[in-house]
C-alpha cells in the first residue's frame, strides 16, 4: 500500500472491520511509542493494541499521530497478558516501544473541590472548565481526559498557581 495512503483509507481498503481476537487477561500498562522508520505495518500496530483491550478509534489516533509526524505517542493498553510479547509485536511494526510507570492515579475532584470549600458552578467557572462536564466526572458517567486530569492533580496541589497561570495576561 502506498504510504501517503491515511490509517483510515487503509482500513477501508481492508472492507469491513473483522473481529479481533482479544487477549483474555492481563493488567494495564503505559508505553511511549515512537516511529522508528517511516511506518508501513500501521494496520498491524493497531490490531496489536485492539487485541490488548485498546479501543480500535483510540489505537488507530495514536498510530495515525505517529504517522503525521508527532515524536511520540503515550497509550494506555488496558489488558497487556505478556509486555514483552507486545513490545515484540509493536517492535516488529518499526515502532521503538518504551514502558512507563502506572499512570497517576485518578483525581479525587469531588475532593479537591470540597477542600477549596466551592460548589461545581464555582470551580468550574474559577479554573475554565464546563459544569456539566464536572459534574459528569463527579458522579462517575465520564473521566476526565489526559489534560483534563494533569490540570486537575496540579489544582489539588497548588489552585494560587493555576489561577495565576489563567489570569496572567
Request: hydrophobic fraction near 45%; include cysteine; proline fraction near 7%.
Amino acid at each position: 500500500m502506498s504510504a501517503n495512503l491515511s490509517l483510515w483509507e487503509k482500513f477501508a481498503r481492508l472492507g469491513p472491520v473483522r473481529d479481533i481476537d482479544r487477549v483474555p487477561s492481563g493488567s494495564p500498562a503505559r508505553y511511549r511509542l515512537e516511529a522508528a522508520v517511516p511506518l508501513t505495518r500501521t494496520i498491524s500496530a493497531v490490531h496489536a493494541l485492539a487485541r490488548r483491550h485498546m479501543r480500535m478509534a483510540e489505537a488507530k489516533r495514536a498510530i495515525e499521530c505517529l504517522m503525521h509526524g508527532a515524536p511520540a505517542v503515550i497509550v494506555e493498553v488496558p489488558m497487556v497478558e505478556d509486555s514483552a510479547a507486545l513490545e515484540a509485536e509493536l517492535r516488529d511494526c518499526q515502532l521503538a516501544v518504551t514502558p512507563l510507570p502506572a499512570a497517576p492515579e485518578e483525581p479525587d475532584i469531588r475532593a479537591i473541590r470540597d477542600a477549596m470549600q466551592v460548589t461545581q458552578e464555582e470551580f468550574a467557572q474559577r479554573f475554565g472548565l464546563d459544569v456539566a462536564a464536572l459534574r459528569n466526572w463527579e458522579q462517575g458517567r465520564t473521566r476526565p481526559d489526559t489534560a483534563a486530569r494533569t490540570l486537575l492533580r496540579v489544582i489539588a496541589r497548588d489552585p494560587a498557581a493555576v489561577e495565576r497561570a489563567l489570569t496572567a495576561g
